[in-house]
């Protein structure tokens, strides 16, 4: 069983940065971070695979920067330069087994509570 809990969410104006941290327990494997914004789908954000490779959604390449303390098994999302169209509860992910490449949504099996994150114009 995996656990995750999110933090660091808030409210920051438009160029503003904020630092996500995803604290994990168990065996993570893949993991995620995704956003879901009123009246619109859930979108991946930022994925980690179990090797390190990483990928981005094209509208935050860039900007954004995700990262994993394996010894504190703990996922980042610094989030810079931010734009009000960033406004959305921000989720973290895992599959919670070892995996490679970029792994679709609907097979993460753990998901965090979320956090939100509001910019203002």
């Known amino acids: 069983l995996v656990q995750l809990a999110e933090s660091g969410g808030g409210s920051v104006q438009a160029g503003g940065s904020l630092r996500l941290a995803c604290a994990a327990s168990?065996?993570?494997?893949?993991m995620g971070w995704f956003r879901q914004a009123p009246g619109k789908e859930r979108e991946g954000v930022a994925r980690?695979?179990?090797?390190?490779?990483?990928t981005y959604t094209d509208s935050v390449k860039g900007r954004f920067t995700i990262s994993k303390d394996n010894a504190k098994n703990t996922l980042f999302l610094q989030m810079n330069s931010l734009k009000p169209e960033d406004t959305a509860v921000y989720l973290c992910?895992?599959?919670?087994?070892?995996?490679?490449?970029?792994?679709?949504?609907?097979?993460?099996?753990?998901w965090g509570q979320g956090t939100q994150v509001t910019v203002s114009s």
């Open positions: 992910a895992a599959y919670g087994e070892i995996c490679y490449g970029v792994l679709p949504d609907r097979l993460y099996k753990y």
């Open positions: 168990g065996n993570t494997g893949c």
């Open positions: 980690i695979d179990s090797g390190g490779s990483i």
